[in-house]
């Protein structure tokens, strides 16, 4: 069952009574308004999204966005674990399962193309990242981060690699960097190479 976290309502006047009535309101289930502050935050960055513009996201009125986020980096904070779950099932997962090492980095890869839709999503992290957001949310950036670099090094690991962790890091910033690029204008082909990099044993 989804969780509902809050509700917007259609205020309607009817004129020449001084009433208003208030119309069937419409619940915002928690994944819908996590869904809508990932999109706003990875388009306007964490500086450039204010609460209005969060709350226009969302469906919700800045004083309901506000009562279920305390802040604008709890706001931030949802939305970085929100992507973190999906990236976790399509990147993440693949790499610890009981599959052969190969094919966990195949997989992986393959789940790096369809989150970042071949290169043409920006990365909310990196977004976030570089446009002030506060220690809070730079710490959850960076335990996602860390979590990815690990699963990648242990498979890594098993191809005899001597420093496994150092080659994880590489291929997680060349995926990162050819994000920018293809934002940049530059085409997709350095993400193209950066996902294939990730599926090679070597």
């Known amino acids: 069952m989804k969780h509902v976290i809050g509700r917007s309502f259609n205020y309607v006047s009817v004129i020449g009574t001084g009433r208003v009535r208030v ?7 928690r994944e819908v308004v996590a869904d809508a502050l990932v999109g706003a935050f990875r388009r306007d960055g964490y500086a450039g999204a204010s609460v209005r513009d969060l709350a226009a996201a969302t469906g919700l009125r800045s004083a309901s966005l506000y009562h279920r986020f305390p802040a604008k980096s709890d706001m ?3 939305a970085v674990q929100r992507a973190g779950e999906d990236f976790a099932a399509q990147v993440v997962v693949p790499l610890t399962n ?7 980095l195949a997989a992986s890869a393959e789940g790096l193309r369809r989150f970042y839709a071949g290169g043409d999503l920006s990365c909310l992290l990196a977004v976030l990242a570089l446009s002030d957001a506060p220690p809070a949310v730079e710490a959850e950036i960076a335990a996602l981060l860390q979590a990815w670099r690990d699963a990648l090094a242990a498979t890594l690991s098993r191809f005899g690699m001597v420093d496994p962790v150092a080659e994880a890091e590489d291929r997680i910033a060349a995926i990162h960097g050819a994000l920018v690029v293809r934002q940049g204008g530059l085409g997709a082909r350095a993400f193209a190479r950066a996902a294939a990099r990730m599926a090679m044993p070597r």
């Not at 009981?98 to 966990?104: I, L, S, Y």
């Open 23 to 29: 119309t069937r309101p419409v619940k915002i289930h």
């Open 76 to 78: 931030a904070i949802a």
């Open 98 to 104: 009981e599959d052969r090492p190969a094919d966990r």
